[in-house]
């Protein structure tokens, strides 16, 4: 049974955490209190945001403490992570699932803290949403498209791909439907998750994929690591969304990434598509994760068949 | 020193008697095969022919050898076929990848197992080929051997020796030296051999490198480290990625089950070392690994000769081995021959 947390009310509060990297600079916090208050939210900052371990926002334990904190505090209605990084998936063995599983709330943000959302929607059953993580929030658009996601209970806003000259043009190298739980999140850190008991149940699902700053030859790595699994073949469909800054590196003779991945899903016919909005950049759209979604290929469209969160 | 469980696991573990290829001799027949990417370049091929000249020995090619698809040596149904047939081929001893790279975890699904199994012989590589030698290893019980890719085994004298003594030796390889220091003590060698967790343990070999490994996490492939002293090594990651993949690893419970964890010499695994990323992040692989590892009961070392250096021992999958770290030091002991005289009898 999908639990689904309440929709944000004015004055809630929200946390602001980082589980695994740190915020580059002071301002980004400063910005990220103002963003979180300019929506209606009162914002709460983590005690170790400014915390440093090598690449981390802090030790395992201080990121742990943080996030626990912002998660069982009844007086917290949200947590947003405000960047991503890495790290997160050290918190995955000591997540209090169990009560969050009885005490809910929206938990948001993309990246490295996809470890973290897949990990709560599998353990817990909680709609977890993946949406730009508060360094990412940088125009009105994508202001208003997170504020409507966190306090709408109407089924999520749908994620069209708008090409910019052409109205209905989008590259579908295998047209189709898919109907069934959308599990999006990053591609790395979805493989990172293999093998382990926090590895979301892909079968039937619509998957809606994005990753940053790969060679288009490790992003095939990772997807031949869903094809040898055998779970590839049981999916409904594959959209892509944004890779940003991921290509071949200079190389000429490297295929592109949509060739790559068209080798896996073409063979199998699983209805695919590229470039949807989805990913970390503010051109995301908020997407909930284990609601049911309907995507159809040709169209480049996932529109959902039911709403994220609930009332009360 | 706490002495682990390993002291007791050496009942159940040495029940499992892996299949031993026979050693190479001169005048044997290898096979050439891509089923990565591609060589280099045509003088790779060149000068590695000249050296299995050297050793006496007689080769066949692949006959896809030479084809290139995207980073791939040709479609995967291309490298299969090469595969295949040469393994299949009774006058070869031994099948010797002459490159890593990328892409053999993809031909996994259409590997021909059984036909694996009832032609027992050698299979040597690391980088990529990894994705090969576990699941071969795991699903047929024939030792594999974690080496240098043909066109790397005459890199230099201590990569070479290693590299007889495990596919042409029918005895133990024994203690694991590291490169006698020809520079008269100038200079270093980093990383020394370092202790994160000292302890002993006893137990059949596996491991590789860790891109790879991370890759079969969930498959049908997934690395078995049960009762197993674990080898990883990985190149041009940087350690907060490395950590990604260990973290996976410890999330699975795969150091709970092994006895015992050899970190390579991890060449290039530098903070803004990546060719992905460029980011200079001061967290050297040393205190990752302290961070992730430190709290493990089994011993856990840093620095061997494995992998992606140019010095690289020869390591075979399945054979029984120590590993002892302690405050004065690292010993690790190959105890058991990777190879036999005579072929096995293959399972039909």
């Given at each position: 049974m999908l639990i689904k947390p309440r929709a944000l009310r004015n004055k809630d509060r929200v946390a602001i955490v980082a589980p695994a990297s740190r915020p580059a600079k002071p301002s980004i916090v400063a910005r990220a209190k103002r963003i979180v208050h300019e929506m209606g939210f009162e914002p709460v900052l983590g005690r170790h945001l400014f915390s440093t371990r090598g690449y981390m926002a802090g030790s395992a334990e201080e990121r742990l403490s943080d996030f626990c904190q912002a998660l069982t505090?009844?007086?917290?209605?949200a947590v947003w992570a405000i960047t991503g990084g890495f790290?997160?998936?050290?918190?995955l063995d000591k997540l209090p699932y169990e009560s969050f599983k009885e005490n809910p709330k929206i938990v948001l943000g993309c990246d490295d803290v996809s470890h973290i959302l897949l990990a709560l929607y599998k353990k817990s059953g909680v709609v977890t949403l993946s949406a730009p993580n508060?360094?990412?929030?940088?125009?009105k658009e994508i202001f208003e498209r997170v504020k409507k996601a966190l306090t709408s209970c109407d089924h999520p806003h749908e994620l069209v791909h708008r090409d910019k000259l052409l109205d209905d043009f989008c590259y579908s190298p295998v047209e189709g439907f898919g109907k069934g739980k959308v599990i999006a999140c990053n591609l790395t850190a979805l493989i990172s998750l293999f093998g382990t008991p926090y590895e979301p149940d892909i079968e039937g699902a619509v998957l809606l994929l994005e990753d940053r700053s790969e060679r288009n030859d490790i992003l095939d790595r990772w997807l031949t690591t869903l094809y040898i699994s055998g779970k590839l073949s049981h999916v409904a469909a594959v959209a892509f969304g944004q890779l940003e800054d991921c290509d071949s590196r200079g190389s000429f003779n490297m295929l592109s990434f949509e060739e790559l991945a068209c080798d896996r899903l073409a063979s199998m016919r699983i209805p695919c598509c590229f470039d949807l909005p989805f990913g970390q950049s503010a051109d995301t759209f908020v997407v909930p994760i284990g609601v049911t979604g309907i995507l159809d290929t040709a169209k480049g469209k996932l529109s959902f068949t039911e709403s994220a969160l609930s009332k009360d | 020193m706490a002495f682990t469980r390993s002291e007791k696991l050496i009942a159940t573990s040495s029940a499992l008697e892996p299949v031993k290829p026979k050693a190479l001799r001169k005048g044997d027949t290898v096979a050439i095969i891509t089923p990565s990417s591609p060589a280099f370049e045509p003088g790779t091929l060149k000068f590695s022919l000249e050296w299995l000249q050297k050793l006496g020995l007689k080769y066949k090619l692949g006959r896809h050898t030479y084809e290139s698809y995207s980073s791939y040596a040709g479609s995967e149904a291309a490298r299969l076929e090469d595969f295949h047939t040469l393994w299949a081929d009774p006058d070869v001893s031994a099948v010797l990848p002459l490159r890593g790279g990328a892409g053999a975890p993809g031909l996994l699904p259409k590997l021909d197992f059984d036909l694996i199994a009832s032609h027992p012989k050698i299979l040597c590589g690391f980088s990529d080929i990894t994705g090969l030698l576990i699941p071969i290893h795991q699903k047929t019980g024939l030792v594999t051997f974690h080496g240098p890719t043909l066109g790397l085994m005459y890199e230099n004298a201590y990569t070479h020796n290693y590299y007889l003594k495990a596919l042409m030796g029918t005895t133990p390889i024994g203690v694991v030296a590291d490169p006698a220091d020809e520079n008269g003590g100038w200079g270093f060698d980093y990383p020394p051999r370092i202790v994160i967790t000292q302890g002993k343990g006893r137990g059949r070999l596996t491991g590789g490198c860790l891109t790879l490994i991370r890759g079969l996490m969930g498959t049908p492939y997934e690395i078995d480290c049960r009762d197993r002293i674990v080898f990883l090594e990985d190149v041009d990651e940087e350690p907060h990625t490395i950590d990604r993949m260990l973290s996976q690893l410890l999330l699975a419970k795969k150091f709970d089950q092994a006895v015992g964890i050899i970190i390579g010499d991890c060449n290039g695994c530098r903070p803004g070392g990546s060719k992905r990323n460029v980011l200079t992040l001061n967290y050297s692989l040393e205190t990752m690994l302290r961070d992730r590892l430190g709290h493990l009961d089994i011993p856990v070392v840093y620095g061997l000769k494995i992998g992606h250096t140019i010095d690289k021992v020869t390591l075979p999958l399945g054979v029984m081995a120590t590993l002892e770290a302690t405050a004065s030091g690292v010993k690790f002991k190959i105890e058991e021959a990777a190879c036999a005289d005579k072929a096995p009898s293959s399972k039909k």
């Amino acid at each position: 049974m999908l639990i689904k947390p309440r929709a944000l009310r004015n004055k809630d509060r929200v946390a602001i955490v980082a589980p695994a990297s740190r915020p580059a600079k002071p301002s980004i916090v400063a910005r990220a209190k103002r963003i979180v208050h300019e929506m209606g939210f009162e914002p709460v900052l983590g005690r170790h945001l400014f915390s440093t371990r090598g690449y981390m926002a802090g030790s395992a334990e201080e990121r742990l403490s943080d996030f626990c904190q912002a998660l069982t505090d009844p007086s917290i209605h949200a947590v947003w992570a405000i960047t991503g990084g890495f790290g997160s998936i050290h918190l995955l063995d000591k997540l209090p699932y169990e009560s969050f599983k009885e005490n809910p709330k929206i938990v948001l943000g993309c990246d490295d803290v996809s470890h973290i959302l897949l990990a709560l929607y599998k353990k817990s059953g909680v709609v977890t949403l993946s949406a730009p993580n508060l360094d990412r929030i940088d125009n009105k658009e994508i202001f208003e498209r997170v504020k409507k996601a966190l306090t709408s209970c109407d089924h999520p806003h749908e994620l069209v791909h708008r090409d910019k000259l052409l109205d209905d043009f989008c590259y579908s190298p295998v047209e189709g439907f898919g109907k069934g739980k959308v599990i999006a999140c990053n591609l790395t850190a979805l493989i990172s998750l293999f093998g382990t008991p926090y590895e979301p149940d892909i079968e039937g699902a619509v998957l809606l994929l994005e990753d940053r700053s790969e060679r288009n030859d490790i992003l095939d790595r990772w997807l031949t690591t869903l094809y040898i699994s055998g779970k590839l073949s049981h999916v409904a469909a594959v959209a892509f969304g944004q890779l940003e800054d991921c290509d071949s590196r200079g190389s000429f003779n490297m295929l592109s990434f949509e060739e790559l991945a068209c080798d896996r899903l073409a063979s199998m016919r699983i209805p695919c598509c590229f470039d949807l909005p989805f990913g970390q950049s503010a051109d995301t759209f908020v997407v909930p994760i284990g609601v049911t979604g309907i995507l159809d290929t040709a169209k480049g469209k996932l529109s959902f068949t039911e709403s994220a969160l609930s009332k009360d | 020193m706490a002495f682990t469980r390993s002291e007791k696991l050496i009942a159940t573990s040495s029940a499992l008697e892996p299949v031993k290829p026979k050693a190479l001799r001169k005048g044997d027949t290898v096979a050439i095969i891509t089923p990565s990417s591609p060589a280099f370049e045509p003088g790779t091929l060149k000068f590695s022919l000249e050296w299995l000249q050297k050793l006496g020995l007689k080769y066949k090619l692949g006959r896809h050898t030479y084809e290139s698809y995207s980073s791939y040596a040709g479609s995967e149904a291309a490298r299969l076929e090469d595969f295949h047939t040469l393994w299949a081929d009774p006058d070869v001893s031994a099948v010797l990848p002459l490159r890593g790279g990328a892409g053999a975890p993809g031909l996994l699904p259409k590997l021909d197992f059984d036909l694996i199994a009832s032609h027992p012989k050698i299979l040597c590589g690391f980088s990529d080929i990894t994705g090969l030698l576990i699941p071969i290893h795991q699903k047929t019980g024939l030792v594999t051997f974690h080496g240098p890719t043909l066109g790397l085994m005459y890199e230099n004298a201590y990569t070479h020796n290693y590299y007889l003594k495990a596919l042409m030796g029918t005895t133990p390889i024994g203690v694991v030296a590291d490169p006698a220091d020809e520079n008269g003590g100038w200079g270093f060698d980093y990383p020394p051999r370092i202790v994160i967790t000292q302890g002993k343990g006893r137990g059949r070999l596996t491991g590789g490198c860790l891109t790879l490994i991370r890759g079969l996490m969930g498959t049908p492939y997934e690395i078995d480290c049960r009762d197993r002293i674990v080898f990883l090594e990985d190149v041009d990651e940087e350690p907060h990625t490395i950590d990604r993949m260990l973290s996976q690893l410890l999330l699975a419970k795969k150091f709970d089950q092994a006895v015992g964890i050899i970190i390579g010499d991890c060449n290039g695994c530098r903070p803004g070392g990546s060719k992905r990323n460029v980011l200079t992040l001061n967290y050297s692989l040393e205190t990752m690994l302290r961070d992730r590892l430190g709290h493990l009961d089994i011993p856990v070392v840093y620095g061997l000769k494995i992998g992606h250096t140019i010095d690289k021992v020869t390591l075979p999958l399945g054979v029984m081995a120590t590993l002892e770290a302690t405050a004065s030091g690292v010993k690790f002991k190959i105890e058991e021959a990777a190879c036999a005289d005579k072929a096995p009898s293959s399972k039909k």
